[in-house]
């Protein structure tokens, strides 16, 4: 036993001594070295300790400080280490002015540290973190990991992992998640010999809107009640807390949004609001009020349920699912149900009798149009073949003003068709060559636009987006700049750097214009890379010359781009730049403030091509700080007029933007815009070269950029 207790100790004192790198002067003072224990007993109790704290090193000096260190030996090499350790006489614990070095094992970085959410929405969540206190080397990145915790959601939700460049990085928006959930979000740092252990928090997303209930069934009617059969809702984000039945105006539209409220009816009658809630309940009371009666005369939850009295004697129900909480309160509203109630059977019974009559009556007036017309015609008949032969002869000759081929002069001017010289122009698609998707992207100026395939002469299908027009339902002036801005994407035709027009489908209710479309848009993959999905950075400039040179391609056309932005250009898997947003394609993208991307005489609404170039160059530099917000420093639209025109403020040069980068982007952001260059001498921009982004330093505010 005794020999094996030796062994151990002997074995035991070899491992330290093979982690034993020398001994080092260390001057006093040294702010390197972290003193974990004063009395340490062994090296080995320092350098767990030492571990323990994520350092690399750990250092004893006189018999049984410890300290503990990420660098050593600044100070050269030392024979001063005499001092024996306190319990391993065998080995040595530096001296007075000299240190004994052991190493830990210790590879990674200490974790990062602060990890918070800063703000919060139903889709994302923003975060912040400061770096590792000890990188042991430089952190190159880290890896967040989002793990659901709680959701309403009726499918099953995945966990994701994304990384984020850069050691100075600190910020970053989690983007894809699900309203009303709970995540565990936990982060890494990486340097470059190994991950981290990391750290974590856990956040609920915002609740989104419930899902709309089916809706009511009218069961019966009475002269001052109406009741109905209710369906019962649910919300996939977030808890559906309470519901309220809607009373509303025939051929009113309630709002929608999922942040309105509706008045209860006292305020309707007073302000004279054509629709009101009538009664609120809990959701946990829902089986109470499945049957319900509008109009009782009750209240319930300080609803008044009045009588339906005028204006509100015949309305349209509606029902109203409510999500609720402390700080917000998100709605969602059915159908409405149809303008008829079901009545009682007397009055049935006489409904039923008039209609009747009615069809007798009309059709007796029938025959007798029908009878007149074959006597009428009879008569006129016999007075032609009665005509005297003089008139006969009258009426022989040329005969051009009623040519049965609707002769019209060769001097009267036709007047000019646009829409049908439009259609000669364009390509006309087979219904059966479009599949719309019925999901809404956004509504539009002249109509809804959609996602949807198209299908070339050639069978080959592609992505589309598809703008559905009721042209029959358009004011001729709205039809007019329909038009007007339907002609620009035709003249413009196809480029490798456009998303341009394809052509239309014509239906006898809609006309249907199909644009190209990409997989995501520019700014929605320069975000995606502030989530860890990497956006090359040697694609920025190639990009950007992609940019310049469909600018110049439209400007060839005389076509001046009055949207440009990184939202307004598609981008392909291979990093192909597809510039939208003009013509009718401006309808279809989002709603966005243009004032950051404005250059200051169109301020003053003076079309230039040169505040086009503008635009170019603030698009630049959203690339290179991976969809920032352009002068996010500025909270509103005239603020950042006021810097533009009067304090001449310029975007600033980010951290890893070279030189020559920048002086392009200055020289686009010259106060006269004809000292700015031309979009064929932006188009060599990828003659300039870049450094890796090693650091995403402005912030990205949606609230700034959207309306």
């Excluded at 052991?102 to 919060?120: A, E, I, N, W």
């Excluded at 159908?335 to 007397?346: A, G, H, K, P, V």
């Excluded at 149009?369 to 006969?392: D, H, N």
Aim: hydrophobic share 35%; with cysteine.
């Amino acid at each position: 036993m005794i020999t094996l207790w030796v062994i151990f100790i002997t074995c035991g004192g070899l491992s330290v001594a093979q982690d034993y790198l020398g001994c080092y002067k260390e001057p006093p003072g040294d702010s390197d070295a972290f003193p974990a224990l004063n009395r340490a007993s062994a090296p080995t109790e320092c350098v767990a300790e030492c571990k323990r704290h994520y350092y690399m090193y750990a250092g004893l000096m006189a018999g049984q400080q410890c300290y503990c260190l990420s660098r050593y030996g600044r100070s050269g090499p030392s024979n001063g280490c005499t001092i024996p350790c306190a319990t391993e006489s065998t080995l040595f614990c530096g001296s007075h002015d000299s240190i004994s070095i052991y190493s830990t094992s210790q590879k990674s970085s200490s974790p990062p540290r602060h990890l918070q959410v800063t703000k919060t929405t139903s889709s994302s969540l923003h975060i912040t973190w400061a770096p590792p206190n000890i990188p042991n080397g430089n952190v190159t990145s880290y890896i967040i990991r989002v793990h659901p915790i709680e959701t309403h959601s009726l499918r099953p939700l995945l966990p994701t992992q994304s990384q984020v460049q850069g050691g100075t990085s600190d910020s970053t928006i989690l983007v894809g998640l699900h309203p009303g959930s709970r995540y565990n979000i936990s982060m890494t740092a990486l340097n470059l010999e190994g991950e981290s252990d990391p750290i974590s928090i856990q956040e609920w997303t915002s609740l989104g809107p419930p899902n709309p209930p089916e809706t009511p069934k009218i069961l019966e009617r009475t002269t001052s009640t109406i009741t109905v059969e209710l369906a019962k809702g649910f919300s996939e984000n977030g808890p559906l807390t309470a519901y309220q039945v809607l009373v509303v105006y025939p051929g009113t539209i309630p709002p929608t949004l999922p942040n309105e409220s509706y008045p209860n009816y006292s305020e309707a009658i007073r302000d004279n609001i054509p629709y009101y809630a009538t009664a609120e309940f809990e959701a946990s009371d829902f089986q109470n009020y499945q049957k319900f009666v509008v109009g009782d005369g009750r209240k319930l939850n300080s609803f008044y349920n009045a009588p339906l009295e005028k204006p509100f004697d015949a309305p349209q129900i509606g029902l109203v699912t409510i999500s609720r909480t402390r700080v917000s309160s998100l709605h969602s509203c059915s159908d409405l149900t149809e303008n008829f109630m079901i009545s009682s059977r007397s009055t049935g019974s006489s409904t039923i009798v008039a209609l009747w009559v009615a069809i007798v009556l009309l059709s007796l007036l029938l025959a007798a149009s029908i009878f007149t017309y074959f006597v009428l015609r009879r008569r006129y008949a016999g007075r032609m073949g009665k005509l005297p032969e003089q008139q006969e002869l009258t009426l022989q000759g040329p005969m051009y003003e009623v040519d049965n081929m609707a002769y019209i002069p060769e001097d009267m001017p036709e007047r000019p068709n646009h829409y049908q010289d439009l259609k000669k122009k364009v390509w006309s698609i087979p219904r059966n060559f479009l599949n719309v998707d019925h999901q809404v992207l956004r509504r539009g100026r002249f109509g809804t636009i959609h996602r949807g395939t198209v299908q070339d002469k050639n069978g080959v299908l592609s992505d589309a987006i598809v703008h559905s027009i009721s042209d029959g339902n358009l004011r001729p002036s709205e039809k007019k700049h329909m038009l007007r801005d339907l002609d620009v994407c035709i003249k413009t035709g196809s480029m490798k750097y456009l998303a341009g027009f394809v052509g239309n489908c014509e239906t006898p209710e809609t006309l249907y214009v199909v644009l190209e479309a990409t997989p995501e848009t520019l700014k929605s993959r320069l975000l995606a890379a502030r989530a860890g999905q990497v956006f090359p950075y040697e694609q920025i400039l190639n990009v950007g010359s992609g940019i310049a040179q469909g600018l110049a391609y439209l400007e060839a056309h005389k076509v001046i781009h009055s949207h440009l932005c990184a939202r307004s250009i598609g981008i392909t898997t291979d990093y192909i730049p597809k510039i939208g947003g003009y013509g009718i394609g401006k309808h279809s993208i989002e709603d966005v403030k243009m004032a950051r991307w404005t250059a200051p005489e169109r301020f003053g609404h003076k079309k230039h091509v040169g505040g086009v170039v503008w635009a170019f160059a603030v698009v630049v530099w959203e690339m290179m700080s991976m969809g920032g917000t352009p002068y996010s420093d500025l909270q509103d639209e005239c603020d950042v007029e006021e810097a533009v025109v009067e304090q001449d403020v310029r975007l600033k040069q980010l951290k890893d933007m070279p030189d020559p980068l920048y002086e392009v982007l200055m020289s686009c952001w010259m106060i006269d815009p004809e000292e700015r260059p031309t979009f064929d001498e932006l188009a060599r921009l990828n003659t300039l070269s870049i450094c890796p982004i090693t650091a995403i330093t402005e912030p990205y505010v949606a609230e700034l950029e959207l309306n």
